[in-house]
T-cell receptor, first 111, second 111 residues
Framework: SQKIEQNSEALNIQEGKTATLTCNYT??????LQWYRQDPGRGPVFLLL?????KEKRKERLKVTFDTTLKQSLFHITASQPADSATYLC??????????FGQGTELSVKP | DADVTQTPRNRITKTGKRIMLECSQT?????MYWYRQDPGLGLQLIYY???????NKGEISDGYSVSRQAQAKFSLSLESAIPNQTALYFC??????????FGPGTRLTVL
């Protein structure tokens, strides 16, 4: 069955460091991979989308990589700030328009 | 004003009651989705609709039904609520580029 796995343990880092979050998948052929941010009790907010033929995409302090051979995406936040503390969700779309979400990784950035 | 609104924001009901959750959007998107989220878990797709005359079941549609009244409105019903339907429910919309825009969520408790 299709499976998406994100780091289940919370990630704690110091302000100013780079946070790296991992998303692995099995039994799936995504055409797109997306990353969302979710704050407690609120709806997810779209951050970045990367296509299967793209290796890397950047937006301000965010960088996403997508390796379809390893079946893995890495999500980086450089120069992290306490305001970046949230849960980050990866989601895959095989081109059908439906997303399958991972369970999310909680990031805590300490001042 | 928010692009995607959900009503009610919180609801407590009893087992066996019929409940309707409503979603409206002003983004002009054709695609709309209903998800549920349980603590520590990712979002699970309940139903989705790619236009007014299109309704499709998601991963966990049993016990739920939907109505797409207009391009801007998509309602989720629980015909006879049960306690394990206690969860946070999100509505989302998208265009054909794939990125989804989520509402603020409805916290439903079934006693």
């Amino acid at each position: 069955s299709q499976k998406i796995e994100q780091n289940s343990e919370a990630l704690n880092i110091q302000e100013g460091k780079t946070a790296t979050l991992t998303c692995n998948y099995t039994n799936y052929s995504p055409a797109y991979l997306q990353w969302y941010r979710q704050d407690p009790g609120r709806g997810p907010v779209f951050l970045l989308l990367i296509r299967e033929n793209e290796k890397e995409k950047r937006k301000e302090r965010l960088k996403v990589t997508f390796d379809t051979t390893l079946k893995q995406s890495l999500f980086h936040i450089t120069a992290s700030q306490p305001a970046d503390s949230a849960t980050y969700l990866c989601a895959l779309d095989n081109g059908s328009g439906k997303l399958i979400f991972g369970q999310g990784t909680e990031l805590s950035v300490k001042p | 004003d928010a692009d995607v609104t959900q009503t009610p924001r919180n609801r407590i009901t009893k087992t066996g009651k019929r409940i309707m959750l409503e979603c409206s959007q002003t983004k002009g998107h054709d695609r709309m989705y209903w998800y549920r989220q349980d603590p520590g878990l990712g979002l699970q797709l309940i139903y989705y609709s790619f236009d007014v005359k299109d309704i499709n079941k998601g991963e966990i549609s049993d016990g739920y039904s939907v109505s797409r009244q207009a391009q801007a409105k998509f309602s989720l019903s629980l015909e006879s609520a049960i306690p394990n339907q206690t969860a946070l429910y999100f509505c989302a919309t998208s265009d054909d580029r794939g990125e989804q825009y989520f509402g603020p969520g409805t916290r439903l408790t079934v006693l």
